[in-house]
């Protein structure tokens, strides 16, 4: 079965400073796909970045990098240069290849400090 | 930009009442799917449909819930006894067809508070 680990319930980081969210994944498919969600206070679920696990490159949108590292199943989340809006929740998933649904992770909540 | 539009925003229901979520899916996209967050838990999925079936279900999915797509633009969860334990929110998601990298697109959320 295929599950989402994420380790880390609470990260601090200075402004204007990076930050990596770890996630690590299990699966026994060679296809999947990996996102990555922010979800506000407000509580919307806003999509940051995707990672094909035949895509030759780390994704990269804007400020988010996720470093992919298929050997050891990992697809963490990068923010560079952090700003106070980014103090969110953030939750790793997997695309089970058949239906298409997500498999979440149990969220990372991160704190931008001033 | 094109959104999934989800009402409710906030429901408030009775035990053992019915209640409908409404979703308006991307108008382009064809899977269409429910999920469930239970306060300070992650989300899990309850159901995917596509052509206009259900192609996949949770365990929680179980006989009190249904969904239909009525006509062709919304998407509706129906729960027909709710018990207290239902109390979360509801995101509705999309994406477009095929086998693809394309995201699914999440809805704001219906939180559903049962008294």
């Known amino acids: 079965a295929q599950k989402i680990t994420q380790t880390q319930p609470g990260m601090f980081v200075q402004e204007k400073e990076a930050v990596t969210l770890d996630c690590t994944y299990d699966?026994?498919?060679?296809?999947?796909?990996l996102f990555w969600y922010k979800q506000p206070s407000s509580g919307e679920m806003i999509f940051l970045i995707y990672?094909?696990?035949?895509?030759?490159q780390n994704a990269t949108e804007g400020r988010y990098s996720l470093n992919f590292q298929k050997a050891r199943k990992s697809a963490n989340l990068v923010i560079s240069a952090s700003q106070l809006g980014d103090s969110a929740m953030y939750f790793c998933?997997?695309?089970?290849?058949?239906?298409?649904?997500?498999?979440f992770g149990q969220g990372t909540e991160l704190s931008v400090k001033p | 930009e094109p959104e999934v539009t989800q009402t409710p925003s906030h429901q408030v229901t009775q035990m053992g009442q019915e209640v409908i979520l409404r979703c308006v899916p991307i108008?382009?996209?064809?899977?269409f799917y429910w999920y469930r967050q239970i306060l300070g838990q992650k989300v899990e999925f309850l159901v995917s449909f596509y052509n206009n079936e259900i192609s996949e279900k949770s365990e929680i999915f179980d006989d009190q819930f249904s969904v239909e797509r009525p006509d062709g633009s919304n998407f509706t969860l129906k729960i027909r006894s709710t018990k207290l334990e239902d109390s979360a929110m509801y995101f509705c998601?999309?994406?477009?067809?095929?086998?693809?990298?394309?995201?699914?697109?999440f809805g704001d959320g219906t939180r559903l508070s049962i008294l």
């Open positions: 990672q094909g696990s035949y895509d030759q």
């Open positions: 108008s382009n996209h064809l899977y």
């Open positions: 699966t026994s498919d060679p296809s999947y796909g």
């Open positions: 998933a997997m695309r089970e290849p058949l239906q298409g649904k997500l498999i």
């Open positions: 998601a999309s994406r477009i067809g095929g086998y693809s990298n394309q995201p699914q697109h």
